[in-house]
Each structure stands twice: as structure tokens, then as C-alpha cells.
């Protein structure tokens, strides 16, 4: 198992996760799945690297410096003053063999392992479009941005990533009907 972090705040809905390693947060989209009675899927909608003392700034340190290597050689205690972290919708949750593409009735827990899902789990999960709906409805900034990059990922784990591909556009079709906009906000971005 490759851990990245661990879950520090949870709810139904979303978990944020601390990154063991500094800038080592998934890329926003990537599918990862967190604990061990209960596996939760979540799709990345964020990400932060900032002070681990919210009362302290982070502060520039490169003025003399001639490359941003030199800088983190220079200060080696910047590794222990900040942290990253990042923040996922949850989508989904493994029930026995089966995958639910729906919210699990209780959270995630507290310092569960967090991992990025690989090619073969990405290709199960997004099978179906269902968590689609979440997504769409999800509390977070450039939500049409987290479903296109979701789905280019997605779409490299399966065969034939044009149809998968369409596949999801149709779903999304459905689901945006009124929003002609939004819908080719997304469709323009899977190109």
C-alpha cells in the first residue's frame, strides 16, 4: 500500500488529509480511497502547502539565492515548519466486494490511510457515472474543473479512452440539461 498522508478532518461528504511529505498532494482529479472496515473513495478538489502555526507566516527565504533548491538546502527546517494537505469529495465507498458510488452513511476516520488509487481501481470505479451527480453538486471551487480532470484520468485507465470519454459526456448531458453552458464549459476541457 502507498500512503500519502492521513485523514485529519472527515465528514459524510469530504476529507481532508495531511500529506506525510511536503508538495506531495495527488493531482487535483486523481481518484484516492481512505481507511480499512469502511474504503471511501473521494475525488481531490484541493490542495494547500502553509505554516503548520496558523499564528505564523510562512516568510520568502530565497533573496540571495540563486535557484529554489538552494533555498530549501539553506533552511532545512522549512520540512517541519510547513505542511501539505489536501481536500476530496467524497464519492463512494466499498461495501463488502461492491462499490457504492454514493456517500457512506458515517465519515472516514480520523487518521485513516489516505492512498491514490491505482489504474485498475480508477478503471472499477468510474465504470459508472453515478457519482457524477455528487460531483456536480459538491461545495468547492471550480467544480467543472475537479469533473474534466477527473475524467481525463479516468479515461486513460480504460481501453478506449474516447468512449469512455463520450460515455461520461452523455452522462453529464443528462444530469446538466438547462446548463448548455456549464456542460460545454466541461466538454471543452476533455479535449
Known sequence: ????????AASTSEFTAQCYRLYEAPAIGSLV???????TYGIVCDAT??????SRAAIPRGMNASTE???????????????????AIVVGYRNGG???????LNAPRM?????ECDATELKEFSGSHEFLATLLN????????????????????????HEYLVSAGK????????????LSGILRSLE
Open 49 to 54: 502547502t502553509q505554516s503548520i502555526d496558523p
Open 69 to 87: 533548491a538552494e533555498v530549501m538546502c539553506s533552511n532545512p527546517q522549512i520540512e517541519r515548519l510547513l505542511h501539505t494537505q489536501f481536500r
Open 138 to 161: 459538491a461545495p468547492m471551487n471550480g467544480p467543472d474543473h475537479v469533473i474534466a480532470s477527473f475524467l481525463r484520468h479516468a479515461g486513460a485507465a480504460h481501453a478506449d479512452a
Open 171 to 182: 452522462s453529464l448531458a443528462g444530469s446538466l440539461s438547462g446548463q448548455l453552458p456549464r
Open 98 to 104: 461492491n462499490i457504492r458510488r454514493y456517500p457512506p
Open 111 to 115: 487518521y485513516s490511510f489516505v492512498r
Open 33 to 39: 480511497l481512505c481507511g480499512e472496515q469502511t474504503q
Open 1 to 8: 500500500m502507498n500512503r500519502i498522508g492521513e485523514v485529519i
